[in-house]
């Protein structure tokens, strides 16, 4: 069979980079995501092609600073500049000067702001803001025009606004009639849709790594970048949670004032944060985080019962020293209440759902300044006061916890009647192998608590299936109707063998993300498939990165990954069917409950509770 290979992607972190391959009819389900296990910068993986010079490289104005600096701002400033963020994106992404990269749209923000800022009322901002919108020229006719499909519209654009009585009649007009005559040629300058999988790219974005903080044009363009991206190129825009026009008006204030480079930051991160999605984050600045620190308590955490409990050691020496065990309740740090730091720390945690919040405050949250550490904590009735040293993050393990999947191999059967494979080491190329060796058992446990090693949604589930089976559906958006997703194709398995015929149980947890998560979805739409554990992160489809002023990078999930009936996966995660989670209890006594629970449902109840035990302790 031909295969292609599948292109590096812009947007994963680094280190987690795969080349992919499958058969050219399953082009479109070839999806590149994020790694889940340690979160890392997203980098340039794509060689760039040679380009031609745009206007991005021949005007020069602003290079050294946008020359806006601010002490302050009125409630009439941060509505006048709310207004000017909603323009400048709806332009950006429908003005045919501007799409067709005819101005440099960022420093014509930097042109026009300092009039939107003088202006005494909301009147005065309008005037100002239509006068420059004029400036651009005659939208030409349009012939013909471009329209919107509706028949298999998932999400409208959100456009609502242009016949707001707050931007007065004349600039309401003219936006219309901008909106009337966008482009159709199906060409942006500053985004397109990558080949075969549809996600965006944020083309021509600069970094302006050269800029030095506080600027307060700058911190607001990075604002209005994130902002309209998400308005227009989120495809789970619908499902955000809470209103994104208003944080709009919150951010401008907390981001265009902050007063240094961290503090800058920290707003970016907070701000992302309100998308709710797990994929997006200032993955360039997660050291501004907090806790914040070069140095962390050389133990594993997870939060479990709502509780915050040490579950191994990530240094063999260091670890025990601390006088920490394992299933111990951490219940204060440096004299901090843990349920007091969560809530401080929250907003600056992006994730999709509070379990997958927690998980990632969990992984950080021992981090501080190096030396003695202060921690209070529980041993059954018993509360411990210890002291324990922070080690600096180079000499402990960063992978340590970050799955909770079975230590070694990849393949073994537990019994003669259960084969156990884990996806963190799995390999596509060996997958008819597991299943011949897995062959004559009577179920076969898949754990995805963690983050495949390899694409195997097709090589594996293959031969999962007896026949054409479909697991997922997704959706994309369209280059002429910004905001605008249509549903897609529907993606499915072909049966091949040697096909396994027993029971399919798959394992996922809060540490199931992404590819993880589309993983599932392939292997539970199995005949005898039952997904068995908690909560995933609820971030699927391929990411889009983000360049940020000031050298920094975001990201956010690029297409939306349904059911196929168009049931939705963002923030919902994969649902189990069978709801087991960890217990402090099973943690202290060394069991895996929620593998205990996947044996269970292969062997029935008439197989010991001791048994059971045993075999998952394997």
Known sequence: MCHWRAPQKVGTMRGMMRVLTAAPILLAALLVYSHAVKPRPPLETVPRAERTTTVVDVDHEFDAGSGIALKDLTRIQVANLAMLGKVWGFLKYHHPVVVAGK?????????????????????????????????????PACGPCASLTESDLH????LTWLTDESLGAELSETLRAVHRHRPTAGKQF??????NVGNASFDHEAAYTGIGFPDAGYQLLALYRFWNIIEYWFPYRDVIGGNWDNELTIF???????????????????????ANDTHANLWSSLDVRPPIGACQIPVTMRFVEGQAVVTGYSHAESGPATGLRVGDVVTALDGVAVADLVERWTPYYAASNQPTRLRDIARSMTRGGCGEATVRALRDRETLELKPTRLAESGVSQTAGRTHDRPGETFRQLSADVAYLKLSSVQASQAASY???ADGTRGLVIDIRNYPSEFVVFALGSLLVDRTTEFARFTRGDLANPGAFHWDRVISLQPAAPRYKGKIVILVDESSQSQSEYTAMAFRSAPNATIVGSTTAGADGNVSAIPLPGGLRSMVSGIGVFYPDQRPTQRIGIVADVETKPTIHGIRSGRDEVLEAALRQILG???PASEIERLAKQ
């Open 103 to 139: 101005r440099h749209w960022d420093y014509e923000l930097f042109r026009i702001l300092p009039k939107v800022l003088a202006a005494a009322d909301g009147p005065g901002a309008r005037a100002a803001i239509h006068q420059w919108v004029t400036g651009l020229g005659t939208v």
């Open 252 to 274: 401008i204030p907390r981001v265009a004032l902050a007063k240094d480079g961290d503090s800058y930051k920290r707003q970016l991160m907070a701000l992302i944060a309100r």
């Open 155 to 158: 999400l409208r654009p959100p």
């Open 190 to 195: 500053y985004v397109s849709l990558h080949p």
């Open 435 to 437: 299943i011949r060796s």
């Open 605 to 607: 109840p008439e197989t």
